[in-house]
């Protein structure tokens, strides 16, 4: 009688993976060659620092520019770049390396956990994501010479090629020693390059194909690259209208930065509305934020970017198929649409176990740093949602947390990175098909 081999999950696959490149840029980092300032680190924060660098987050026990050598530096951006390709590329590695299919349940955990829709040839696969993702940093990167080189000379090349990376795969990581994008606050060219770069890296590599081959034919794109491009343009200009007036103008609550020219104003509304999706880069102090704005950057954390790109969280494209379905379920209608189209019965259902998992695990890291910690309720919520998206902002609350906090963010910032409803199906996955079909059981809800 022969046996079936049992081979490791295709998801099981990703989490080591990733588990492996963490570890081996945690030791890395540990070295004394990567460390200055006041080194040695303890493993805990070089493990912290490599996890947020591989999972492109933006936590950071102590400010990258005054903590870690060139080559620590070095270290970080590298595990910026490998994490930001890292879930299509390993995906695709898997498929030529162990030269078999990958079936339909695991392509729709791995995809449709990130919002794919399916693997196609693998080689090209990597070579437009290669490309596409080298061409953007390498155009950031020259556009933001432009304005570093005149500042901080030589070095400013440097400062571009590390920010357009970092900005890209959604990082959040700076070289700048001076409170990530503060200096630049009243520089708004600097802000609406690093702006449009966060915007190309988050928007996702399937939607960049799609423009590429139908150009400005917006009538010729699928239905998902309108979807993500109306969603994304929606989400940055209502962000920015309402950081505007509640941050840059007298009426709103706090109005710190009432006193900016409106250059700068409109500016930093911008990359405000941009930056928590989920980017990690702050141009302004959130501290300094009302309750309303803190509010909007945790709705806007935990919505994310979009699939099959560098940004975390619960994904755009989620969120709208969540929002069409409450509006369809109102009207009493069977079917959610989507501009004119219906939207599957088992995407609904998808998109309600992704967010739902996520605000499961959110929820369980928000009491127990709760418990290690004695944190305003408030800053617990922004510094576990941020992990979780993988976003990187934070109310100045990392350094100061004890080992136990950080462990916690580590495997928020880890499961969020390869997605919580692929951490879920792992935990959860069948060892064998069932073929019994159970009667069905009545239950009111709502």
């Known amino acids: 009688m022969n046996k079936k081999k049992r081979h490791l999950p295709i998801v099981a696959f990703l989490f080591l993976g990733y588990a492996v490149l963490i570890l081996f840029g945690s030791l890395l980092l540990s070295l004394p060659a990567a460390q200055k300032g006041d080194a040695p680190y303890s493993y805990v924060d070089c493990l912290f620092t490599s996890v947020s660098a591989t999972c492109v987050t933006g936590l950071v026990p102590f400010d990258t520019a005054l903590s870690w050598s060139l080559f620590g530096q070095i270290t970080i951006i590298s595990l910026i770049q490998i994490g930001g390709l890292g879930f299509m590329t390993v995906i695709t590695l898997i498929y030529l390396f162990f030269g078999k299919r990958i079936g339909l349940h695991d392509q729709n955990i791995l995809f449709s956990a990130q919002g794919g829709f399916g693997i196609g040839d693998a080689v090209p696969l990597i070579k437009r994501v290669f490309v596409m993702t080298f061409s953007f940093e390498l155009i950031g990167a020259l556009l933001l010479m432009w304005r ?58 399937l939607v960049w194909w799609d423009i590429i081959k139908k150009r400005l034919h917006f009538k010729k794109y699928t239905l998902y690259s309108k979807l993500v491009l109306l969603s994304n343009a929606a989400l940055i200009l209502g962000g920015a209208v309402i950081f505007y007036i509640c941050e840059f103008t007298d009426a709103g609550t706090a109005g710190a930065f009432a006193d900016m020219p409106l250059k700068s104003k409109i500016a930093n509304a911008v990359f405000c509305a941009v930056t928590p999706r989920t980017a990690g880069f702050m141009s302004v102090d959130m501290t300094r934020f009302g309750g309303a704005s803190q509010f909007l950057c945790v709705v806007l954390m935990f919505i994310g970017g979009n699939s099959c ?3 975390g969280g619960v994904k ?8 069409s379905n409450l509006v369809a379920s109102s009207r009493g209608a069977k079917e959610a649409k989507l501009l004119g189209r219906k939207v599957p019965t088992a995407t609904v259902e998808l998109s309600s176990a992704i967010f739902l998992s996520y605000l499961l695990l959110s929820s369980i890291a ?17 510094e576990c949602i941020s992990a979780i998206a993988t976003v990187g902002l934070t109310l100045n609350v990392t350094p100061s947390l004890c080992a136990a906090s950080k ?40």
């Open 148 to 205: 570093f080189v005149p500042l901080f000379g030589k070095k400013g090349i440097y400062f571009a090629i590390f920010t357009s990376i970092s900005a890209f795969c959604n990082a959040g990581f700076d070289v700048f020693g001076t409170g990530s994008l503060s200096a630049f606050i009243n520089d708004p060219a600097v802000l609406y390059i690093i702006s449009a770069i966060i915007v190309s890296g988050g928007i996702g590599f």
């Open 407 to 446: 462990i916690v963010l580590i495997l928020l910032m880890y499961i969020g990175r390869l997605g919580a409803f692929a951490f879920f199906e792992l935990i959860f996955s069948k060892r064998q098909k069932e073929y019994i079909s159970l009667p069905e059981g009545k239950i009111m809800v709502g």
């Open 309 to 311: 790109s560098t940004a």
């Open 366 to 382: 928000v009491i127990l740093i709760g418990f290690f910690e004695p944190l305003a309720f408030d800053k617990t919520v922004f």
């Open 316 to 323: 755009v494209s989620t969120f709208v198929v969540l929002l």
